[in-house]
């Protein structure tokens, strides 16, 4: 199976700095990564993704970077506003079709 | 987007007993559908993919016989834990994905349904 490893577990920043989360996974034929935010209490909800045919994908303060080689990716969010403090999850996909593994999760704190 | 509903959002059941938990895709057809779990503070752990017209496939680890998991139309997939234990409370999410089989794509998620066990 897939093996998905996020780091840091916990990031705090102060409001208006960037968050940079990392993920490295072990399946070099995952071909789509999605980031999911997670607030408190609440379901997963997929916040941008990206698939192997490109390497950089940006939603207004959120990007995603792929590094096939490497097997990495990674979430950025620049200008982070106290809404975005929450727990964000990294994932890449295993077997055929949507069987997904997560990270073990970032909780990322924005301090006003 | 697509729309997954889960119910109950919570239950307190006594040990021993057994609960159901409904996942329903409201706005499409889902032939497999994922039930995960989650404790504190913890990552999502995938349980079992539940297959319409078919057996479940469980996750390494995961009791088949005490998760029961039925998959009896294209938009509802339902799980009973059975005989709950207090080490069974935590959060279960169902999940599920409009896109073509075979093509990995969003997964759309239930409201979550926290189970604690007394």
């Known amino acids: 199976g897939e093996n998905v490893e996020q780091h840091p577990s916990t990031l705090s920043v102060q409001e208006g700095d960037s968050a940079v989360i990392k993920c490295t996974y072990s399946d070099s034929a995952s071909n789509y990564f999605p980031w999911y935010k997670q607030e408190l209490g609440k379901r997963p909800q997929l916040i941008i993704d990206i698939r192997s045919n490109v390497g950089e994908k940006k939603d207004q303060r959120i990007a995603v970077t792929l590094n096939k080689t490497a097997k990495h990716f990674s979430l950025h969010i620049t200008e982070t506003q106290p809404e975005d403090s929450a727990v964000y999850f990294c994932?890449?996909?295993?077997?055929?079709?949507?069987?997904?593994?997560f990270g073990g999760g970032t909780r990322v704190l924005v301090k006003p | 987007g697509a729309v997954v509903s889960q119910h109950p959002s919570w239950v307190i059941c006594k040990s021993g007993t057994s609960v159901k938990i409904e996942c329903r895709s409201l706005?499409?057809?889902?032939?497999?559908m994922f039930w995960y779990r989650q404790f504190p503070k913890q990552s999502l752990m995938l349980m079992a993919t539940s297959n319409e017209g078919s057996k479940a496939t469980y996750e390494q680890g995961v009791e088949k016989d005490k998760f029961l998991i039925n998959h009896a139309s294209l938009t509802l997939s339902t799980l009973t834990v059975t005989s709950a234990h207090p080490e069974d409370s935590s959060f279960y999410i169902c999940?599920?994905?409009?896109?073509?089989?075979?093509?990995?794509?969003?997964?759309?998620f239930g409201e979550g349904s926290r189970l604690t066990v007394l």
């Open positions: 994932a890449a996909p295993w077997a055929a079709g949507n069987k997904l593994t």
């Open positions: 999940s599920a994905s409009p896109t073509l089989a075979g093509v990995t794509g969003e997964l759309f």
């Open positions: 706005d499409f057809q889902a032939t497999t």
